[in-house]
């Protein structure tokens, strides 16, 4: 009887064992998978921020050369498409670790709930630091938003760092050369003035700017210092048009 059942233990082994031998390699290889895709995941949100945050830099430079007085709306337009892009950036980054699935597909900004789904599901002093960012959004001045940013860095684990002379000037030659593209192809008259604004603003003061309809016309008039009477007149004359349109 003993026998007998030392046979049927034999049996029952060599029947389970390449089963579980296939169970516990697919486990692994789901394990495995799941883990370098997050690495990938991570890796891409980590250059996307990289990337918008060396344009937050060379562009926080460009509104800095405008007067105070007039840098207003050059800033609220900065914190709403850059800054809330890296806001944004760092959110789905911390998404999963809240427990939230992200809806919006990838280049679409987060909705005010989602980011308040994220921030609310996480723990610890990184929750207070998102918070605190999400909230600089509200406050439309670009030294806010970087103080939030600089704040929740380490526990964030993001690196601020400016870029140097060379990433810097391929960033501004980039930006400098997709306007003038653009430029080139672009029939609609607020666009194309926006274009030149921005290009003429390069050309003169060796920095870039995004600018926003509001933003205009005193960009047109930081411009007028510098432009020549009759350049600066096609241009004028360009603008009045398109506010008439």
């Not at 400016?162 to 391929?170: G, I, L, Q, T, V």
């Amino acid at each position: 009887e003993d026998e007998h059942k030392e046979d049927l233990m034999d049996e029952l082994v060599a029947a389970i064992r390449p089963q579980a031998k296939e169970a516990y390699q697919a486990s692994a290889r789901s394990i495995f998978s799941s883990g370098a895709q997050r690495r990938q995941k991570r890796d891409a949100l980590q250059t996307t921020f990289i990337a918008l945050y060396h344009q937050l830099v060379v562009l926080r430079k460009g509104v800095g050369l405008l007067p105070e007085e007039s840098s207003a709306p050059f800033e609220k337009y900065l914190v709403k498409t850059v800054c809330t892009k890296i806001a944004d950036c760092i959110l789905r980054d911390k998404a999963e670790f809240a427990g939230v699935k992200v809806e919006e597909g990838d280049g679409v900004p987060l909705t005010a709930e989602t980011r308040s789904k994220i921030v609310n599901g996480l723990t610890g002093p990184l929750k207070g630091q998102l918070q605190a960012l999400t909230e600089s959004l509200t406050k439309k001045t670009p030294a806010a938003f970087a103080g939030a940013l600089d704040k929740c860095s380490d526990e964030a684990g993001i690196e601020c760092r400016a870029p140097d002379k060379n990433s810097e000037r391929s960033l501004v030659f980039g930006m400098k050369l997709a306007w003038s593209e653009q430029l080139q192809s672009e029939s609609n008259p607020p666009i194309v003035l926006l274009l030149a604004c921005q290009l003429l603003f390069h050309h003169t003061c060796k920095a870039v700017i995004t600018a926003p309809g509001k933003g205009i016309s005193p960009l047109l008039q930081h411009l007028k210092l510098s432009l020549k009477p009759d350049a600066f007149e096609k241009l004028d004359a360009l603008h009045q048009c398109v506010v008439k349109m």
